[in-house]
């Protein structure tokens, strides 16, 4: 019969081993405590005490189990008939689940590790026919194989925890590829919102910079209008200082036709009824020049309210547009005013001309300065 060995006939059992840490994490520890022991020279040595540790830290299962798994890298330590490259291996692997429920405390330092192990007298547990006899004995070796069925049953139960344990960690590598790949999804809809978010600051940028440009040009018209208007109150200010000055000559020259009419008040009753009527109209242009003033103040205030308003934010754009809506309604009206007078005034001038004429004809015998006077009057 051909007898199975672990290694080939060229190969120690420190490779696998040391090929354990890249496979298992966790197993960096112990392959640095067992490197940094002294006293070790062989790689055998190696091996017994990171056995002993892996015993200590109940994971050997786990460490052999990684092995078993990775059979193309156990490949380069082991031939092809070795037990640890057939079934026979994982059936081995799985018993050691059972060395978990030993609180092994081994020691390592101080230890021949590197030298052969003697070897041990399993004699105590093989049976003799001399010992038939013997009960002591056959008691000790009944505790002993009780012993062995109750660590046998434990390994069972080690061995169901072990699968249940393998389907939930199955169960957990699942769920962590599902994570994985809702990561990823999240990971592009997370570049695509920042794509977005990029792209509507651009827009934005380009909304602010058009918004910008369209309130300059804005303001350029406002301020083009407010010169306009400047200009325009300048113009009604010199019609209302000659308005003014027509309104002086006019009253200058009412006082003077009342002064030669009171000397001719007992001449025609007509020619004094015209003259009453002559005197309303004046004081009737006279509160329209008032009026006239008054919204003339009103303008200047508006103009400086709006000026005010214009620098101090561009957000009243709107309401200056209506102000001055609101002053060129309040200028045309001026201006409609002063056509008014202007024509009231020509009615003024007929009606003197006309109580002249009256004045010349009926005034006949008197002297020939007061001819000239009203003369003048008419002209």
Not at 170 to 191: P, Q
Not at 263 to 273: A, N, P, T, Y
């Amino acid at each position: 019969m051909v007898r199975k060995s672990f290694l080939s006939y060229n190969k120690t059992i420190w490779g696998p081993l040391e090929l354990v840490e890249k496979l298992y994490p966790e197993a960096e520890e112990i392959g640095a405590s067992v490197r940094d022991l002294p006293g070790l020279k062989t790689p055998l040595g190696r091996a017994r005490a990171w056995l002993r540790l892996a015993l200590m830290q109940k994971k050997m299962a786990d460490y052999l189990r990684c092995l078993i798994i990775q059979r193309d890298l156990l490949s380069e330590f082991y031939e092809y008939h070795a037990l640890m490259m057939e079934e026979e291996g994982t059936v081995i692997v799985g018993l050691l689940v059972g060395l978990n429920v030993i609180d092994a405390n081994l020691c390592v330092k101080g230890e021949d590790l590197d030298s052969q192990v003697g070897v041990i007298d399993f004699s105590m547990y093989l049976k003799n026919e001399d010992d038939i006899g013997n009960k002591e004995r056959n008691v000790q070796i009944a505790a002993i194989l009780d012993q062995k069925n109750y660590v046998e049953e434990l390994n069972r139960q080690l061995n169901s925890t072990v699968s249940s344990l393998h389907s939930r960690v199955d169960s957990l590598e699942k769920s962590n590829t599902k994570l994985i790949e809702e990561l990823a999804i999240a990971k592009n809809n997370i570049i695509k919102l920042q794509e977005e978010n990029h792209q509507l600051r651009s827009e934005n940028k380009l909304i602010l910079m058009k918004t910008q440009q369209h309130l300059e040009v804005t303001k350029v018209d406002v301020e083009t209008e407010l010169q306009t208007y400047k200009h325009s109150r300048q113009e009604l200010d010199e019609m209302y200082n000659e308005a003014r000055k027509q309104l002086r000559d006019e009253s200058q020259l009412r006082q003077d036709v009342e002064n030669e009419l009171a000397v001719q008040v007992s001449m025609k009753h007509e020619i004094e009824l015209a003259m009453k009527l002559l005197e309303k109209d004046i004081h009737e242009k006279q509160d329209t020049l008032i009026g006239l003033r008054q919204q003339l103040e009103e303008v200047k205030a508006i103009n400086i309210e709006m000026y005010q308003k214009m620098q101090g934010s561009e957000d009243s754009l709107q309401e200056k547009n209506e102000i001055i809506a609101r002053l060129e309604e309040k200028t045309n009206k001026i201006t409609v005013a002063m056509r008014q007078l202007e024509q009231s005034d020509n009615d003024l001038l007929t009606q003197t001309r006309t109580i002249a004429m009256s004045l010349v004809k009926c005034a006949s015998s008197d002297t020939q300065d007061q001819y000239k006077l009203v003369k003048d009057i008419s002209f």
